[in-house]
T-cell receptor, first 113, second 113 residues
Framework: AQTVTQSQPEMSVQEAETVTLSCTYD???????LFWYKQPPSRQMILVIR??????QNATENRFSVNFQKAAKSFSLKISDSQLGDAAMYFC??????????FGSGTQLTVLP | DSGVTQTPKHLITATGQRVTLRCSPR?????VYWYQQSLDQGLQFLIQ???????AKGNILERFSAQQFPDLHSELNLSSLELGDSALYFC????????????FGPGTRLTVL
């Protein structure tokens, strides 16, 4: 079983600036995956980025990158050049051999013009 | 558009009633997952099916049941509904294999009055 903790219920960032969302997790498995999902006001769950635990290199997708610290069980999301369309609820999630996702409680990101 | 479809989009019913939520996975995906998103419980995994067989159960109430049909669509049945069952119900699908990347449908918003 996994647990995922997001300690920042709300964050705000100025348009074009950079923001980092925090996530810590706990799992007893050695083979697992970590994800960040975005949920805009439409409520659609959109995959932002994925990290395989066995890979040391941090995943990057355009303006989105992660800082994966395996020993610390930390998985933060960095959004560069923030845009108004990035405003959403962001969920950190973990899955292991059982494949189902365990989600954190989410961070509501506001982008200020 | 994730390729996962869910019907209906909205459902309003009364306590004690029974409803069925339907999900069609992405073409080629054999796994279907059901999640519940509520204000007090957050995003919770309910149940997983793989190619017609139940694979994993999460925090699913005994009043809830699901199945996956030969054409791979899935239905989530909720019975003896209570006010607390009001939530957004998501279906997600994934291919078999590493990565565990799940693609979410738009969700069904259930309101129990």
């Amino acid at each position: 079983a996994q647990t995922v903790t997001q300690s920042q219920p709300e964050m705000s960032v100025q348009e074009a600036e950079t923001v980092t969302l925090s996530c810590t997790y706990d799992t007893s498995e050695s083979d697992y995956y970590l994800f960040w999902y975005k949920q805009p006001p439409s409520r659609q769950m959109i995959l932002v980025i994925r990290q395989e635990a066995y890979k040391q290199q941090n995943a990057t997708e355009n303006r989105f990158s992660v800082n994966f610290q395996k020993a610390a069980k930390s998985f933060s999301l960095k959004i560069s050049d923030s845009q108004l369309g990035d405003a959403a609820m962001y969920f950190c999630a973990c899955s292991g051999s059982a494949r189902q996702l365990t989600f954190g409680s989410g961070t509501q990101l506001t982008v200020l013009p | 558009d994730s390729g996962v479809t869910q019907t209906p989009k909205h459902l309003i019913t009364a306590t004690g009633q029974r409803v069925t939520l339907r999900c069609s996975p992405r073409s080629g995906d054999l796994s279907v997952y059901w999640y519940q998103q509520s204000l007090d419980q957050g995003l919770q995994f309910l149940i997983q099916y793989y190619n017609g067989e139940e694979r994993a159960k999460g925090n699913i109430l005994e009043r809830f049941s699901a199945q996956q049909f030969p054409d791979l669509h899935s239905e989530l049945n909720l019975s003896s509904l209570e006010l607390g069952d009001s939530a957004l119900y998501f279906c997600a699908s994934s291919v078999r294999g590493p990565g565990n990347e799940q693609f979410f449908g738009p969700g069904t918003r259930l309101t129990v009055l």
